[in-house]
C-alpha cells in the first residue's frame, strides 16, 4: 500500500511538471497549423493568377461569401478571381475559389501592412506588400508577402 502511494504520488509530481509544457506545445502546434492555412492561401491565389492569367484576391469575410472590408481575419476570408471592376472586392460575377471558416482556440489574426486585402497580378507579382500577424495564446506568427508575390512565415511576439 506505501508503494502505491508513494507511485502515485511521484506520479502527480510529474503530471504537474509536464502540463505547462504541453499546454505550450499545443498552443505552438496550433499557431504554426494556422499560419500554415494562410501560407497555403496566399500560394494558391499566386498559383491561379498566374494559372488563369488574371488577377486573384482574397479578403477576410465574415459570411464566406462577401468581403468584410476589415483586417481582421480571425473571422475567416475567401479567394476569388478579381476581375478589376472594384479590385479586391468581390462581385456577384467573379468566381470564389475557396473559402475558410474561422480560426479556432481564439485566434487573432490581423492584416497589419498593405490594406484589407491581398490581390495578385496575372504575374504572380503581389500587388503590394502585406503583413498578418497572428496570435493563438502567447504564440505568435508573421506572414509577409513580398511585392515579388512570395510569402513567408516567421515566428514572432504577441
Known sequence: MVELVIVLAIAAILTTLAAPSFRSMIQNNRATTQANDVLATLNLARSEAIRRGIRVSLCASADQATCSGSADWATGWIV???????????????????????????????????????????????????????CTGDQARTIDTERSGRSAVSTSAC
Open 80 to 134: 476569388f478571381t478579381d476581375d478589376g471592376a472594384t479590385p479586391g472586392v468581390k462581385d456577384a460575377t467573379e468566381t470564389l475559389l475557396q473559402v475558410h471558416e474561422s480560426l479556432s482556440g481564439a485566434a487573432q489574426l490581423d492584416q497589419t501592412a498593405g490594406g484589407t486585402n491581398v490581390q495578385f497580378l496575372a504575374s504572380g507579382q503581389s500587388q503590394a506588400v502585406t503583413q498578418f500577424d497572428l
